[in-house]
Each structure stands twice: as C-alpha cells, then as structure tokens.
C-alpha cells in the first residue's frame, strides 16, 4: 500500500519551487501524488499555473477556487477561510497519509490547518526563513502546526530547531527550486524566443545584448506604498534604456496598487524597451533568468535559484530580509537612484561564482525519500 | 479617542476566564470594549455562555455562529474556516485598534488569522503553557501570529520569549481566572443551592457533607478512546458513592464520544449520587469548587483556579501535561484504580495551601492598562 | 460516453424515496451514477444514512460537511451557504452531464444553486407540491431553477406547467418511494425483530398484537410552539397505552424543541410502551409501517407510502397541507383528543385500499430512462 | 419603534436603480434604513459604488466583500455561498423588520434564501420581467421566496400573479430608476464635462456635436462567445468614426472575455474616438443618454429609462428579451452590419416621445410608503 502525499500548490512561484518534488514522489515506488490546484494557481490574472501544471504532465485530484476579491486584507483572511472549509473536504474525500504546505503565502495556513486539524501528518516545506511582513508571522506560525520540516538551508534548519521543534524531524534537503537550475546550469545560451513563445504586451526590444529581468510583489503591509515602490523601479528602468522583461505580480492585497502603477506608468511613458509577461515555464523563466544581466525587484527567486546560478540581483525593499544569501545579491531601497547605482555595480564587477547556500540540487529526490520513510505522526510537544 | 479593543469569546471557560480582563477593559477611561461572542459560546448544548453575559451587564458587538456540526476532526476545521470568513467581516465592520484572543481552543486560530492577516494588532491571552494534543499546537501557532503575550506564569513567560518574541511585548499579568477566584477566597460556605439555581439532570444526593466535582473533555487526538476515559472516571465514582456534581463536556471532535459513554452508564447505573450541570456562573462554580472534597476530570481549572483556592484535584490523562503547577494536582491515568487511589490520598492529606503561580488576582486591571499603553504595531520578526 | 448523473442526497428520507432511480441510474448503461452524501446525512446524530447508503452498495463520489449547529433559523440559512461553497467545488471536479435534487429540504437549495449557476442541467423530483412552511418557497424556487420536472402525482404536473415551466420537459413518473413500498406489498408478516436488529431506547412493548409508528418533524416557521406540539402526540399516545414505535426527528431549525419535549416527557412518564428509534433501513421501515396500525405524525410517508400501502394515517397539523392524497389519511390538528378520537375511527374502519395517486411503482426505472434521453440544456425563459 | 428596513446593494446599476427608494425610506418618519453594501458594489474593478453611496450621504450598516474571483461559472455560485453565509450574520445582528433584495443578479439570490430561511419578511423589487440568461432562473426563483413584490410594470405585475403569489401583495410602482430620471427629464443641455469629472481612458473625442453612448454585458450561459459579441460592436462603432464614451461592464462570468476583447481590439485599432469609464455617478450618467444620439449594448437602462427619457436604443442580442419596452428600442442581433443599420434608421428618424410603461417617477415613494403599511408575514402557499 502507497503513502498518499497530498500537496496543495496555491501559486504559480510555489508550483515552480516544488516541481522537482512533486517529480519525485509521483516517480517513487512508495508513494503516490494527489495534487491540489487552489487560489491563484487558477486565475488567469496569475498566470494560469494549472495550465503549465496539466501540462507538465501531472494529474490533479481536485481543484479549489477560494481567491475572494478585493483590494484590502480583509480578502486575504477571507481567502484564507474558505480554503479551510474546502481543503477539509478534498483531505477527508482523498484521505492522504501526509500533507504538504509549501513555503509561507498567506492562503498556504489554509492547507496548514486543515491538515493539522484533521490529525493528517503535515510537512512543511521551506520553514524557518526570517522576511519582513506578514509572510514571516505565516511562515513560523505554520512551523508550529507541522510534524516534518524540509527546509533550504543551514540557517532555516537552526530556527526551526530554535523554535522548539524535535530534532529527528527537521531536514535540510535544501530547496527544490536548485534542482531545477541545475539542470540549466551549463545551458551555452538562451534556447527559445521569449516574445513568440509567450506573447505578452509592450515593446519588443533587441535582447541579444543583454536585457534585464524584473520582478517586484506588492508587500503586503505596506499596501498604501505599493504604487511609489513600483513607480521607483519603473523609472529607473526607464532612465536606463535597455531591454526590460518584465513578470507581472502575484496575486496579494495590495497586487491593485502595483498594478495600477504599472499601467499608469506605461500611458504616460514610452516603454518600448520594456515587455511584460504573464508566466513563463519555470525552467524557461530560469534560463531567461542565467543569461539575464541580473535579476530586479524582491522574488525569492534572486536570493534562492540565481544565487546557485551565479545571476547578479538587485533586492529592492524589505520582503527578502533576513534571508540567507550568496554573494550575488545587492540589497537597495525603493529608490531610482540606489536601483542606478546597482546596475552599475553589477555591470563594472565579474559575475558571482555559484553557491550551494540552498542546496546541491537533489532537494526533490530527498524530500520523497524521506516523505518515504518519516513515522506517520501528528501529535507533537515543544521541545523546551 | 478611545482605543477600540475587540475580544472574542468562543466557549464558556474562555468567557469565565477572561470576565475580569473585559471589565476592566469596560471601565478603563481610554478604551471602549468590542465584545465578539461566537462558535459554542452561542449554543445551548453547550451552556449557552451568551445569556450568562448578556446578564452580566456586557453589551455584545456581534455575534457569530460558526460550529459545523460532526462527528469528525473535519468539522473543527470547517468550523474555524467559517470563524474567519465571518470575523473578517465583522472587524471589518468594527474597525479595532487592537484584536484579543484567548487560550488556545482549536476555533480560537480563526481569530488570530482574521485579525493578524487585517494587519490589526493582535494580543493573545495564555500563550506559552504546554499540553499534550491540538490544542499544543494551536497555542504555539498562535503566538507566532501575535503582536502582544499576556501570560499566565513565569514558566510561560520564558517559553514564549524562547519562541523569539519581542521581550518588550511579552508580559506575565497571571491568568483573570485567578481574579475571580481572589473575590470568594475566603467565602465561609457554599451560598447557594446548586440543584434549584440550576437544574440539571440526576439525583439529588446531600451535598453537606461533601462531594466532588468532574469536569472531563475529549481529548482530541483520540477519539475513539473518549469513551473507555469517560468510563473509568464513571466507574470509580460509582464505586466510590459519595455525591458527585458533573459538569457536561465542552464541543470539542469526540464530544459524542464522551457524551455517549455518560449516557449509557446512566441507562445501566443507579447514578442517585450523581448529578449533571451543563453550566453554572463562573463565580458560583469556583464557590462550588472550593468547597468541594476536589476536583476530578482534566479542565485547566484545577491547575490554575485550584491552585490558587488550595482546592484539591485529580488530573486525568495528559490533557495538562507539562502546565506549571501548584501543590493541588494529583496526576493519574485513565484507571478507575488510579483515581480511586488518589481520592484516598487526599482524604488522607491536608488541604494544600493556596499558590500564587498564575498570579495574584489582578491579572485583569494589568491587562486593562497594557492595552492602553501598548504601542500599535502588527509588525515583526523573530528575534533569532 | 456514459452521461454522468450526479445526484446529491442530503438526508436519510430522501435517500429513502430516492433508492431506486438511484438503483435504476447505475444500472443504466447509458448512465454513470455519481452520488454526493451532504448534510445530516452524515450525522449521527440523524441516523447516519451514509452508513446505509454505503452497506446498500453505492459508491460515494464525495461527501460534504456543511450542517452548521445552532437552535435559530440562521443557522439554516448558513447551512445552506456552506453547501453551495462545497457543491460547487465538487461539481467542478465531478463535472456531471446532469444535477439530481431531491425534494424540498432547505439544504437542497444549495444544489440547485450550485448546478444552475455552473450551467449544468439541472434535474428536480417532487416539485409541484404544497405544504405549509419554508419547504413551500424552497420547493417551487427550486422549480424555476430547474430544467427538468419529475413530479409524483398529476396534481403536482399541473402545478409545475402552471409555473411555467417548458410541458416537454414535466414529466410524472409518479415517486420511487413507491418503487420500494411495491416490494414489499404482499408481504404476510414482519420478518425481523426491530428491537433487536435497530437498538434504541425505551421499552421493548409486545409488538405482536399491533403497534402504532410515530414519525412528527418540527415546523420551521412555528420553532417556539415545537414543543406543545409534540407533547399532544406524547399524551395521547401515553393515554392510549399500546405500544409506540417512535423515530427521531430530522435536523431542522426547531429540532430541539422537539427533542427537548422527547427528552422531558421521558423523565417524568413511564414510556413502557414507548421504543425510540433513530433510523431504520428503508425497506423496514415500510415493512413495519405496513404491518402497523397505523402511523402518527406529519411525515411525508403517510402522504405517499402509506397511501400505496393502504395503511391508515393521522396527519398533524399543516407540514403536508394541499398534498394530494390517498382516501388513508385523517388529517388532525396538535391536538389530544383528536389524535385519540382519529385513532378510534381508524379502529372501527376497513383498512383502506391500496391507492397510485402517487404511481405505480416504476418511478425509478422512469427517472433513470428520462436522464438518459432529455436533451442537456440549462436554458430556459417561462412560458408567459 | 420604526420598521428596520434592510435593503442589500451587490452592484453599481443596483444602487441607481434603487436610489429614490432609499431616500425615501431615510425619510419615511416610520422607517428606519440598514444599508448593506456588498459583491462588487465594493470593488474598484466594478467602479467602487461603495463611494457614490457615502458621498451620497448614506450610513453604511455593514459591508460584505463575497465577491469570489475567477474566469467560471463556479465563482459565480460560491458568491453566492459566501453571501448567504455572511448575510445571515449580518441580518442576525441587524434583526431587521423586512428585507429587501433588488432584481436578478446572480447574488441577490444569497439576500432572497438569508431572509426567507431566517423568517424575515423579504420585499423583491423588479419581479416578474423576463430575460434571457441566468438572471431569468434568478429572477423568478427570488419571486417564489419573497413576500411582497414590487414590479415595474404591469406586464411584470401580471406575470408574479401567474406565478401563484398573493395578489395581496404584488404591487405596480413603476421602476424607482425613473424617479431620477424624472428630475433631469427637461435639462437643456449636458452641464459637465465626462472627461475632466470622471477621467477614464482613451481618446477625448468632440462630444458638442453629438455621441453615442455604450454599455454592453456579458451574457452569462454564452460565456465563450463573449468575445465575438463585444467585438461586433467595436468593429461597427469603430467603421461609424462618430464620438463613443464606452462604460466597462459589471463583474459576471465571463467578464474576462468582454475585457480582453475591449483590450485587444484597442491594442490594434485607432480608438482616438472612443472614450471608457469605469462608472458615472447615476445623475449624471443619465444626463449623459438624455443628450446623446442613443445607446449601444444590452442594458435595461435602455429598455427602462431611456423609454422615460425618450433616448433611442439598439438594444443587442437576447438579453432584455420579452421585457415591456417603450417605441425607442431598436432590436439587433451580434452583428456589426445589424447595429450600422440601425444607428441609420435612428439617424432618419424623430427622437422617440416618452413612455411611461416603466412608471411615472414617484416609485420610491410608493414603495416606502408600501413597507411601512404591508402586514409583516413570512409565510405563504402558492395561489393555485
């Protein structure tokens, strides 16, 4: 009889981040994949990740729409709540043997509550990080509903221990995003054309020169401020003149004012430098990403995958803080000229060497094997 | 401008234990009390808490019906999922500047989502404790989410400081309960008849020379054992015949459990000794309580409120586990023996002197002039 | 490709009256059954008819949990709000050819919201009738939901064409809750021992020289008088001093007044004579109905069943008001003396003779050929 | 004690319609008003007619955000599931004398089932019209659960009749739409300028010579035609090359496909004729049509007040089918040459007289007066 692994996928940057898992426990022999598509995973406004999801090949056991609109917090609580009351009954139709929760947006406690509420075994993966807004009280919150931690680095492991977790349950496999830039590691260069492949709306700029990659998530406690952040960034890149590719938000309170900022900026200004995408293939995005000039904005996908392929980032703002990091990225403020001064830095030094600070790149073969081989529990005490 | 602060009470004990904190709130010149009643707190199974507030005196803000029915882990979830879509609307509506949870019922996490998702400063009552089920884990999720700690011991104090919380936020007030309990320390006798004020179900034995009081909850993650549990604790006070005062269980997965194994040894026994109360004015039941031979069963009032009273308790199971402690408890297992045993100890003994380990009586008025003082803030990071 | 019928059953009677076109549909080769078990269905605390369902040999595509607690109607209301949240999810995954909804129980609003609003044929059993609380409003507004008609009498035929629905589409095929009662017409004698085979409580009265069935469900829109209500039945079968087959009610607002009056008339009366059941497999349930004296409540049974069985019925109060009927039943007030007084008239008369004023015993067969053959659409404007 | 009348805004053309009805309800000495606005009626993608409300001097009792997001039909029902579950909380708190629930859109529904399944009187306005989408089964559905009815027209008034309801309590006030209309009936001429007051997007076209205005929906069961439908009317205004102030359509399934459409086709065309807004205060909007050469698209504002203001119509595809209209309408089907055509026939004809088949401008009044005088009931049986 299979171990029955359930993992709820909620976004698009989450189904990236946890493919090569999801590879390895549909493909060991002691488990079996049932994949729940919920939230902005779903919605065309975010890329359609079910689509990439289908196929790519996987079967999905049930879909979940829960995103209640709305440009205030109020809508991500909500949001929140209605995926507990249908994750409850996906997990008590399918009746798996663990649940997987991935990493720390706000909907991700819904998954996290239904679980460990109905006393089915909950692993999490990518505890024990340190960011600086909601994502942070989420992420360690869900620490404490689950039994196993799969985290991506020395770092995190020591915080989930710090956070009184029991020892025997807490792995760094490290993150399963690696094993994706691995495969690319030595791509000799850009294999696809990204404006044909992936439509998109702007300009059409020359990339064979170089181009830029940016992508920039309103932050969620700061919903006022989203519009000036992404203005900041906007006309940096404006000023600097080179080709832009650019990848529209996640879904997030506040999504509207950046947004809103975004499509303002563009009526009043001439952007043919600039072209923006929905969603792009996962290692599509990572080979666009290895032969950018660097990587712009506050995704995780600066400090995690680029920092393994050695991608200069500029990390704009607060969201990434406190996260362990290579040495390819340089952090800024929301601010023109701190964004100028980056790029110019990036572009007078050596490209960063490759770091292994989030794994070697087989985090998705070891986190099945383990999925494999944890005892099947969900009764657990502080450890102090 | 008052500070607007919202408290929401979902069950009967939660309510009893907070009643000093809410007046004092209510009478503090800076704040203006928003009083939430919700989930079993409503329900006549229950106790219908809601009218013994309504008597009280308190205004209620909104009341919230979220309790889905079942036998099943399943609708704990389902239920706390409908608690947040609700209570997101309704401080939506009420606007607070700071939101109050208590404890660490399992519905009580829709309150700390609601609220900390809403970026509305959040204070938890009675973080840090240890237990042995869901509850361990709903506690510690809890803290994670909250902005302020008004714990109930310095035991508790240090755990939650060891989760890495802001020391300046952290604050050891003792538990409310314990204000109560100061008010009838030195009640000469048992001013009322329990039988006439409050009906109930069963014989009527002579309590004036003595009896003892149960108090005995589902333990969540075993279920199908609430029965055999409900049956040693029925057994051995059978055995015992001496009168016994029985308090119905709280809602909780598994309540039928215990529910049905209380019914069926009625329809089998002569239980003229005993007789069932589903609810009782806090202040009436620690008056109860302190004139009792003891207290039997696994509600965290004998750990605390007995404690402070000097009352003596026998604590079944490992409901309590690892909660600080006064000199009162008498920990067993689910064993008719066991608990026939230590009702001879105690007999045997002296009554135990009261302890001030969950405070001195104003736990309250502390949390009161806390709320007023606190600065606003949703915001924050682990401290390791 | 087999159609896929999706039929959702909410509560142990509808399971009942639906069984055979449940039968009929899997075993339809044009059909593929997909059977959705919601509700009280699933409660203990009703019977469990999941159970029953599940022995019978059904397999089920998904069960949904959406019965939220509480004595008002809000809680109805809310009930029903969960359900569509729910069913639309599993619809989603399901994605049946046509929608089944049974009847008129509020809840079942939920799945004739679901399935229209998703643009899924919608199909409605028993619309057409008239009854006297929120069933009358939920049963015809189900009505103009639906597509498809299968009523159970000529009477209701007329109704639904007189609200102007499509006439190729109204179709009485009569109710399968006569399918079943067919079997079991020429039955010599009871053939099981119910108190041994069902358990419940109270007496074991000699069944053998006769006994009456009581089946009485609260009424919505009277929840404050639920108790009196009952208690008139309760006297005058404690008058009447033969033995009683009583069956708990279903879930509905109200259902606690009605309990509750059970519940105390047991304290204080010797029931003796009095057995209390909380289900029974359907087809013992006709078998003992159809070797009674006669049944005693408000059920929908007496209107239908009973009149196929040429059992003698009193009908109490308003719930079955303007439903066509058999020359069986004696329609009552709450009232003592004139359940006592329809009793002896029901002594002194012929049993009545076998009626089809709700068909001849083919309805499933009917039903299922019907789905199998009426175009898919979801389309429809009135007829004036 | 003033009758608490509750009256539920889900949408931006909701709240103009009913506006008159609310005023004279805040004014009625006997009538207390509880406002609920919710679903898109809070939502800045729909024009955010939260703010029209304030600014219009209105205390809001509650907000209720339900709207789910998603490009379904399933998002659609779980808006509504959400909405009952909210609604009913609301209205448990507001414990209002009558409720009120405007129209056919897909969410009014949840008012219609809280109020019913709770027992609180419900007034329906604008029963009895027919349509032909979804809004047709919803309509009539709503009709079957209310206990007053106020109709727009006698036509309408007939129909509820037929439909079995208490002639009692069907009543002819006309459509409170045209009480507003009523006030700007003899304006001279536009009194503000639409591009500087309400901003938008597009071009500034010469409107002092003449324009046409457009406002077309999708249609809800044709949801993959949306696209097709809206871009008929592009392509025909676009070959007119006369001025267009084009207003963005109400949130429904199938939204995504009328909006995607707009966007591409302004992405390839010359639109430097075509102004969008996103919403018009109502006053204004229909000062807006009064001075216009007509109206383009599917509204009832065409069928309604525009019959009133005497502005022509081409009313497109099969939306406002079988609704009373007035001598302004001009029937087209999606077709670019149809709607050329008849833009010509407007061209060469007289403008239309007005009609008052919808009413005489004192409807708010009437239904004001109407829920202070009806006899508060809940309970009904269909006529026949």
């Known amino acids: 009889m299979k ?80 995926g507990i ?22 909907e991700t406690m819904a998954t996290a509550i239904s679980a460990s509420y109905m006393n089915i075994p909950l692993a999490h993966i990518q505890g024990g990080e340190v960011t600086g807004n909601i994502d942070e009280k989420v992420r360690h919150s869900i620490t404490k509903l689950s039994d196993y931690h799969f985290v ?46 992936y439509g998109g709306v702007g300009g059409k700029p020359d990339i064979e020169k170089g181009y830029w990659v940016v992508m920039q998530h309103p932050v969620t406690t700061e919903v006022s401020q989203s519009r000036m952040h992404i203005e900041e960034t906007l006309k940096a890149l404006h000023e600097l003149k080179e080709p832009v590719l650019w990848f529209w938000p996640n879904v997030d309170a506040g999504a509207d004012g950046t947004s809103t900022g975004i ?9 043919s430098q600039f072209h923006f995408f929905k969603n792009m293939d996962p290692l599509d995005f990572l080979k666009l990403l290895s ?3 660097g990587l712009i904005g506050n995704s995780s996908v600066g400090i995690r995958e680029c920092a393994f392929l050695g991608v200069p980032v500029i990390n704009i703002g607060t ?65 102090f």
């Open 152 to 197: 991506a680095s020395e770092n995190a492991k020591k915080r989930v221990l710090d956070l009184g977790e029991n020892p025997d349950l807490v792995f760094n496999t490290g993150c399963p995003s690696i094993d994706l830039a691995k495969t690319i590691l030595d791509l000799p260069k850009l294999d696809f054309n990204p404006f044909s492949k």
């Open 291 to 293: 032969h950018s000039k």
């Open 3 to 82: 171990r029955k692994i359930c993992v709820v996928v909620t976004a698009r940057p989450s189904y990236s981040r946890i493919k090569t898992a999801l590879d390895a426990i549909q493909n060991h022999p002691e488990l079996e994949l049932q994949l729940v598509v919920a939230a902005s995973a779903l919605l065309e406004r975010y890329g359609t990740a079910v689509r990439t999801i289908e196929s790519d090949g996987f079967n999905i056991a049930a879909k979940v729409f829960n995103v209640l609109e709305g440009e205030n917090l109020t809508a991500a609580a909500k949001t929140t709540g209605i």
């Open 319 to 383: 969201r990434q803080n406190r996260r362990a990091r290579g040495n390819n990225v340089l952090d800024v403020n929301y601010s023109k000229s701190e964004i100028l001064e980056a790029i110019n830095q990036i572009k007078s030094n050596p490209r960063p060497d490759s770091s292994d600070v989030y794994g070697g790149g087989d985090a998705g073969i070891q986190i099945a094997n383990l999925l494999a081989e944890v005892p099947l529990i969900f009764h657990k005490t502080i450890t």
């Open 263 to 271: 499509r303002a900026f563009r009526e009043n200004n001439d952007l």
């Open 85 to 106: 009351l249908e994750l409850s009954t996906v997990f008590d139709n399918l009746n798996p043997d663990i649940v997987v929760t991935i990493a720390d947006r706000f």
